[in-house]
């Protein structure tokens, strides 16, 4: 139990994937919870979504998709913006563990991604000061309905 919660405060993780109607980030954020948000597919798109978010999240989790993943998913450790590093704050190896537990595979990646997904963890780091963790899982033709369930447990 946090130090919130034994004050009787829940804390709020908001939930955040990219729009498209067969992108699987979309559906497992919209399936998380109502404290979801979807980001626009393009740079300066996704910036704006971020700057318009609220600030008062604890914990932003950030899905993204990566065509190489089958069976597992990836989480992200750092991302990269004009050579300016910015890590996650939260403990990606206990995160690693929390998904092993449910069932998932999660390896924890220390090198940043490249593209969309790199550029939405850096703002939502940077907003969230750290409070924030990238989670890449597969496209729709491997995500499978349990995932959802098992994402749910790791949470």
Same mark, same amino acid.
């Given at each position: 139990?946090?130090?919130?919660?034994?004050?009787? #405060?829940?804390?709020?993780?908001?939930?955040? @994937?990219?729009?498209?109607?067969?992108?699987?980030?979309?559906?497992?954020?919209?399936?998380?919870?109502?404290?979801?948000?979807?980001?626009?597919?393009?740079?300066?798109?996704?910036?704006?979504?971020?700057?318009?978010?609220?600030?008062?999240?604890?914990? #932003?989790?950030?899905? @993204?998709?990566?065509?190489?993943?089958?069976?597992? #998913?990836?989480?992200?450790?750092?991302?990269?913006?004009? @050579?300016?590093?910015?890590?996650?704050?939260?403990?990606?190896?206990?995160?690693?563990?929390?998904?092993?537990?449910?069932?998932?595979?999660?390896?924890?990646?220390?090198?940043?991604?490249?593209?969309?997904?790199?550029?939405?963890?850096?703002?939502?780091?940077?907003?969230?000061?750290?409070?924030?963790?990238?989670?890449?899982?597969?496209?729709?033709?491997?995500?499978?309905?349990?995932?959802?369930?098992? #994402?749910?447990?790791?949470?």
């Amino acid at each position: 139990m946090t130090l919130k919660e034994s004050f009787g #405060v829940k804390e709020e993780k908001l939930f955040v @994937g990219f729009k498209g109607k067969n992108n699987s980030s979309a559906i497992l954020v919209s399936a998380l919870s109502a404290q979801s948000c979807l980001l626009t597919n393009s740079f300066e798109g996704l910036r704006k979504d971020i700057e318009d978010l609220p600030p008062d999240y604890d914990e #932003v989790w950030l899905f @993204g998709v990566d065509k190489g993943l089958e069976t597992s #998913v990836r989480i992200e450790r750092v991302a990269e913006k004009d @050579g300016i590093l910015c890590s996650t704050a939260l403990d990606p190896e206990d995160l690693a563990a929390r998904f092993s537990k449910a069932g998932l595979k999660a390896p924890v990646a220390s090198h940043p991604t490249e593209y969309l997904c790199n550029e939405a963890y850096w703002h939502l780091l940077e907003k969230y000061a750290g409070n924030g963790v990238l989670i890449h899982i597969p496209t729709i033709k491997r995500f499978e309905e349990e995932w959802i369930s098992k #994402v749910k447990e790791a949470l």
